[in-house]
């Protein structure tokens, strides 16, 4: 019967269970310091810098070839455009000359197709700070220019791009052989503060050509239908007369061609170039590049700067969406340009949710692989206690049943062997003591009086005490007196220990006489 307590086998499968946690604590210390929980966390922070630092370079090498290039094909319009207001004085001044203007768009044809040729755009145009019909309604926000569209850019098809004409007079895209696109007009429709007022007005600050461009954030021409960043050139006589604008297009087909990122890994990261104002990223005026899975139809709202530890921030949209990336700031422009204090920056983000997805499913196969382990050890510490301790048992069970057997356990056997040597002791000592007690009865046997001696006989002989009273005509009582005598003068117990050594002496013949 178990009072209290606990069995040796749950003993020592707490004890192994112990030992297994202990191990597993160590093992989870170590992977947290190793920072292993974190693994998609940094797996996902040394993508998005990589992604960023790709997708930056390449802006940066991008816009600045372009830069260059918009500036030497300013210069290159401008001379050719003195030359022939030079040429054609006799006809008018340049801004109310019809005739003249029509001239100075199709001499400018050539060199504007070259360099659409030649630079990785989607569009080159011009645009004089003059209209053809300045008598017509809406003539003050009318200006003439021509504007070239590549339908597939240069980052497509290098070799057979595929021009079409979007602004400009038709008889230039006839003689160039271009088709009209349906969105085609015949001259720009600008704004107050756009693009192009905005060259025009920092041309005048009596700069260097080269620190007057202007990159125009993403947005659709008037009548247009796609988005698009501008770089806007002023075009400036030798006498600081300024002509008009000219510049490249990028739009967002063509920067998402570049630009896209590696989906590999998070299928909805997408990338954008966007002007940064007051720690806000401008959404709305920027281009995106990203897989068709990326949320680019949605992303219409600024975005919210909020950095986060260790190299990743956050960004929060308008709408409540939010975004996990790295962004990094780009420059346009030289440090004394006009434009300078208007920043740049390029970023790379996931949404939150994806993000967050992808940790946890990261850690969700470590938590699982670390699960299984710890059940397969409480059940290897289980078994491993089991059988260990079934040696034992079996041992205690010999012990009880007094049976010896080896078990090839050194302690066990060792305590058998111990065991058997006190029981041979045992039995020996027994045997003496019983010898000793005896010889002592048999000794005894003289001290009995001639009636206990008569007792005592009849008792040899098998008779009972009723029968002995009346072999001796006693009664009863005196029959128990004699055996009270002869009980204490023999030293035993009962009519039962007295036949037992009588039988003894039967066995040695060691009968007294009578």
Not at 83 to 110: C, T, V, W, Y
Not at 284 to 301: D, I, R, V, Y
Not at 432 to 461: C, G, H, W
Request: charge should be negative.
């Amino acid at each position: 019967m178990r009072n209290g307590g606990h069995t040796l086998q749950r003993r020592l499968f707490a004890f192994f269970l112990l030992f297994l946690v202990a191990i597993m604590s160590g093992l989870m210390i170590i992977l947290l310091s190793a920072g292993v929980f974190s693994m998609g966390r940094k797996e996902s922070r040394i993508f998005l810098e990589t992604e960023l630092s790709h997708i930056a370079d390449d802006v940066v090498k991008e816009f600045g070839t372009l830069s260059v290039e918009g500036t030497a094909l300013s210069r290159k319009l401008t001379e050719q455009a003195e030359q022939i207001m030079q040429e054609q004085r006799s006809k008018g001044d340049f801004p109310e000359n019809a005739e003249l203007i029509n001239n100075i768009l199709e001499a400018s044809s050539e060199p504007l197709l070259a360099a659409l040729e030649k630079n990785t755009c989607s569009g080159v145009f011009l645009v004089l700070d003059a209209t053809v019909g300045s008598h017509q309604p809406g003539a003050e926000n009318s200006r003439a220019g021509v504007f070239f569209k590549n339908m597939e850019p240069n980052a497509v098809n290098k070799t057979f791009p595929t021009v079409r004409f979007l602004r400009g007079p038709s008889f230039i895209a006839k003689e160039e052989e271009l088709d009209l696109l349906p969105q085609w007009r015949m001259e720009f429709i600008v704004a107050e503060d756009d693009f192009f007022h905005r060259t025009m007005s920092a041309a005048n600050s009596g700069q260097e050509l080269s620190r007057l461009y202007y990159w125009n954030p993403a947005d659709k021409l008037a009548g247009d239908y796609e988005t698009a960043i501008l770089l806007c050139v002023p075009l400036i006589t030798a006498e600081g007369e300024v002509l008009g604008i000219c510049g490249f297009e990028v739009s967002s087909m063509l920067f998402k061609l570049q630009n896209t990122p590696d989906n590999s890994v998070h299928n909805r990261v997408f990338a954008m170039l966007s002007p940064l104002k007051d720690n806000t990223l401008c959404a709305q005026s920027a281009l995106f590049s990203g897989s068709h899975t990326a949320p680019l139809a949605t992303l219409n709202e600024n975005f919210a700067i909020h950095p986060q530890s260790r190299g990743l921030t956050e960004y929060h949209a308008g709408n409540g969406a939010v975004y996990v990336g790295q962004h990094r700031t780009v420059n346009l422009y030289p440090r004394d340009a006009a434009h300078a204090e208007e920043l740049w920056a390029v970023s790379v983000m996931i949404p939150e949710t994806d993000f967050s997805a992808y940790i946890a499913n990261a850690n969700g196969k470590l938590y699982l692989l670390l699960s299984i382990l710890l059940i397969l050890s409480v059940g290897m510490a289980l078994i491993v206690s089991r059988r260990y301790i079934l040696p034992v048992v079996g041992a205690f069970d010999q012990m009880k049943s007094g049976t010896y057997e080896k078990t090839n356990i050194l302690e066990i056997d060792d305590l058998f062997a111990y065991l058997a040597e006190q029981d041979k002791e045992t039995a020996i000592g027994e045997q003496q003591k019983t010898f000793t007690l005896y010889d002592d009865f048999v000794k005894n046997i003289e001290t009995l009086s001639p009636a206990e001696r008569s007792v005592f006989n009849l008792y040899m002989e098998g008779y009972d005490a009723n029968q002995i009273t009346k072999i001796l005509c006693l009664s009863i009582n005196t029959i128990k007196t004699h055996n009270k005598r002869i009980f204490q003068k023999l030293s035993v117990s009962s009519r039962k220990e007295l036949l037992v050594y009588v039988s003894m002496m039967r066995e040695k013949d060691d009968l007294p006489p009578g």
